[in-house]
């Protein structure tokens, strides 16, 4: 499609993370290994969740979602970057760049609202234990995880038509290793004010309401918690919830410093380190942190790994 004497582009280069050659392979081996272990820690704990009994609790309910959208948001963005870390040209069309922006914000934001959830979940549990069954109950939880995901999916569809609607005509070069926001926008001919406010005022509603409601969940539980009689009962549970903590103030504050700014401001070098913190370091530890600390699911994890030897040692006689 031509506009004056312009050619749309129909295609980008990705310049991926950095620029060292000699380190591709070292770079595809470490990230391979990142992402098996992604995809392979947090199906084991979908897969517990799913057939143990002692974990069909609203808890493990939510964890459970968690790990299938791990493993989602993870996979829009790494398998691509494995691929360009083998080919010399390191090529994505405009429509596959379009629709992994759109996954890729999508997943973002259910995973903002599935935190903030799980923070409400835990603030019930221990604020209110005595209405806890009848406020979380089956139903409720349900309605809550797909509200997320309907919510998320349908909170990117405006920036997404933003975006697509705009000219690009060159260059193609994008400054990462997938299509974010802020590198693309860089490449668009006509003018992003407009888009960019957009995204702009919807991401900071986002993260900064979602974030607002995580924290003062866990203020509300801490300060519960402090009332604790037992020192044993409020060192456990300060324990998990700094592990909790954690994880959502690394996810959170990588997110708000991306994405809570003007594009215009942003530093590329400084969002491409972020960016690997909320798309491959989070998806990583989140099971480890939330499940696999848990004594209840090493225990149910060495009994069914018992039992998986049992059978193989039956079937081998």
Same mark, same amino acid.
């Given at each position: 499609?031509?506009?004056?004497?312009?050619?749309?582009?129909?295609?980008?280069?990705?310049?991926?993370?950095?620029?060292?050659?000699?380190?591709?392979?070292?770079?595809?081996?470490?990230?391979? *290994?990142?992402? !098996?272990? #992604?995809? %392979?820690?947090?199906?084991? +704990?979908?897969? @517990?969740?799913?057939?143990? &009994?002692?974990?069909?609790?609203?808890?493990?309910?939510?964890?459970?979602?968690?790990?299938?959208?791990?493993?989602?948001?993870?996979?829009?963005?790494?398998?691509?970057?494995?691929?360009?870390?083998?080919?010399?040209?390191?090529?994505?069309?405009?429509?596959?760049?379009?629709?992994?922006?759109?996954?890729?914000?999508?997943?973002?934001?259910?995973?903002?609202?599935?935190?903030?959830?799980?923070?409400?979940?835990?603030?019930?549990?221990?604020?209110?234990?005595?209405?806890?069954?009848?406020?979380?109950?089956?139903?409720?939880?349900?309605?809550?995880?797909?509200?997320?995901?309907? *919510?998320?999916? !349908?909170? #990117?569809? %405006?920036?997404?038509?933003? +975006?697509?609607? @705009?000219?690009?005509?060159? &260059?193609?070069?994008?400054?990462?290793?997938?299509?974010?926001?802020?590198?693309?926008?860089?490449?668009?001919?006509?003018?992003?004010?407009?888009?960019?406010?957009?995204?702009?005022?919807?991401?900071?509603?986002?993260?900064?309401?979602?974030?607002?409601?995580?924290?003062?969940?866990?203020?509300?539980?801490?300060?519960?918690?402090?009332?604790?009689?037992?020192?044993?009962?409020?060192?456990?549970?300060?324990?998990?919830?700094?592990?909790?903590?954690?994880?959502?103030?690394?996810?959170?504050?990588?997110?708000?410093?991306?994405?809570?700014?003007?594009?215009?401001?942003?530093?590329?070098?400084?969002?491409?380190?972020?960016?690997?913190?909320?798309?491959?370091?989070?998806? @990583?530890?989140?099971?480890?942190?939330?499940?696999?600390?848990?004594?209840?699911?090493?225990?149910?994890?060495?009994?069914?790994?018992?039992?998986?030897?049992?059978?193989?040692?039956?079937?081998?006689?």
């Amino acid at each position: 499609m031509d506009r004056g004497n312009h050619t749309s582009v129909t295609e980008f280069i990705l310049l991926g993370l950095w620029d060292l050659p000699e380190l591709q392979g070292v770079f595809f081996g470490l990230f391979v *290994v990142v992402y !098996s272990i #992604t995809v %392979l820690g947090n199906l084991i +704990i979908m897969v @517990l969740i799913m057939v143990d &009994p002692c974990f069909h609790i609203p808890m493990y309910y939510f964890l459970s979602n968690l790990a299938g959208l791990e493993i989602c948001y993870i996979t829009v963005t790494v398998p691509q970057m494995l691929v360009n870390f083998l080919v010399e040209r390191k090529i994505i069309s405009f429509s596959a760049c379009i629709a992994q922006l759109y996954f890729f914000g999508s997943f973002g934001s259910t995973e903002c609202f599935l935190l903030a959830i799980m923070a409400y979940d835990r603030y019930l549990a221990i604020c209110s234990p005595l209405h806890y069954n009848m406020l979380m109950n089956g139903k409720i939880c349900t309605k809550l995880v797909l509200c997320s995901w309907l *919510v998320g999916f !349908s909170s #990117t569809l %405006l920036s997404i038509m933003l +975006i697509s609607s @705009l000219y690009f005509c060159g &260059p193609n070069r994008i400054k990462h290793y997938f299509c974010d926001i802020a590198p693309l926008l860089k490449l668009a001919c006509s003018d992003t004010s407009f888009t960019e406010t957009v995204i702009f005022l919807l991401a900071s509603a986002i993260l900064l309401m979602c974030c607002f409601l995580t924290v003062l969940s866990y203020i509300k539980i801490i300060a519960t918690i402090v009332k604790i009689p037992s020192s044993l009962g409020r060192e456990k549970a300060f324990s998990t919830c700094a592990s909790h903590i954690s994880v959502v103030l690394v996810y959170y504050g990588t997110m708000i410093c991306v994405y809570v700014r003007p594009t215009a401001t942003s530093v590329f070098d400084v969002s491409k380190v972020a960016s690997v913190l909320y798309t491959v370091v989070t998806p @990583l530890v989140n099971p480890f942190i939330y499940t696999l600390r848990n004594k209840d699911v090493k225990r149910s994890i060495r009994r069914h790994a018992n039992r998986a030897v049992a059978l193989l040692e039956t079937i081998g006689k």
